[in-house]
């Protein structure tokens, strides 16, 4: 035992004089980082996601399906939008300083009150910047929870661009007479029940059609859900067309205000007007996606066996 503290004490005072050299490799506290996963496309995620056994414990496969679409169309929106809002913030902040530096130097009719207004414009800007940031990074965890992911595993979306998906009935009985007649088998029930309607019966104009039972309450929402989808895309349409004319506006009012012969406070109003215009038509373009991926999950739950 004395032999033992003796060799401990020698050892740490040659140590403590440099004499003992002992390679160092520094240590890693916190684990590295792990590469993100990375989503290539929304197919992709599906089928990814319904392989998953994990993921039947958050619902049925087809309501799987939608929450994936519902929660991939979020984060290509909120990216798509938060493109437009670092945009804004940009004009901003050079219009900030150029309206303070002709204010300093007693140029042109700037005042305090559209230095203001401007720095309450970029203040708005940056909160909707950060709830964007929000919206994509809780997008992402669910995402990663229906995957099977570690929560703190980082995701990375590929797709930048959110496009509308294609939905090609024009209207109730354009989809009832194209899509029913192939597919529409519903489930069998007694014909005696009171809370049961065809959806299909057999005509002249649609003859040999199966007769369909369905709940009422189910073809309701069903119905209503297709409604959802003519109200989204009749939005999105008149927000695409004002969506190039507002960016037409802007561009005026920043030409102007480059050549110093524009107002601040009209700059101001383009900015705004260009923020909540783009913003507006990306969500009107989720709407529209979320729209006819409940329509189809409705459908499938309802006429699936």
């Known amino acids: 035992m004395r032999f033992f503290k003796t060799f401990i004490v020698s050892f740490l005072c ?9 390679p160092y490799t520094p240590q890693v506290w916190a684990s590295e980082k792990p590469n993100p996963f990375v989503i290539s496309g929304l197919p992709t995620t599906k089928a990814l996601v319904l392989k998953n056994e994990n993921a039947k414990d958050y619902g049925t496969r087809h309501q799987l399906r939608y929450k ?40 042109g009719d700037v005042s305090q009150s559209n230095i203001t207004k401007l720095k309450l414009g970029l203040a708005g800007t940056e909160n909707d910047i950060i709830d964007l940031e929000h919206n994509i990074a809780s997008a992402k965890l669910e995402l990663a929870l229906l995957l099977g992911l570690d929560i703190n595993h980082p995701l990375k979306v590929e797709e930048e661009k959110l496009s509308p ?7 109730w009985m354009d989809f009832v007479n ?54 989204s895309k009749r939005k999105m349409k008149l927000a695409r067309k004002n969506r190039k004319i507002t960016r037409a506006l802007l561009v005026t009012e920043l030409a102007n205000y480059d050549f110093g012969i524009g107002d601040p406070e009209d700059l101001f109003e383009g900015l705004i007007i260009y923020t ?4 507006g038509y990306f969500e009107t373009v989720y709407d529209f996606n979320v729209s006819v991926s409940n329509f189809f999950q409705l459908n499938a739950e309802l006429f699936e066996n």
């Open 14 to 22: 040659i140590y403590s004089l440099g004499l003992l050299w002992i």
């Open 165 to 171: 998906e294609k939905f090609p009935y024009l209207n």
């Open 276 to 279: 909540r215009v783009l913003k």
């Open 178 to 231: 194209g899509f029913g007649k192939e597919t529409i088998t519903g489930k069998k029930t007694d014909n005696k029940s009171k809370n049961k309607t065809p959806i299909l019966s057999k005509s002249k104009k649609n003859p040999g059609f199966l007769l369909s039972k369905v709940d009422r309450k189910a073809l309701l929402e069903l119905e209503k859900a297709f409604l959802q989808i003519q109200k």
């Open 68 to 107: 994936v679409e519902r929660n991939y169309y979020l984060i290509l929106s909120s990216k798509e939008q938060l493109v437009v809002s670092k945009e804004v913030k940009g004009h901003f902040e050079k219009a900030i300083s150029k309206a303070e530096e002709s204010f300093d130097e007693g140029e």
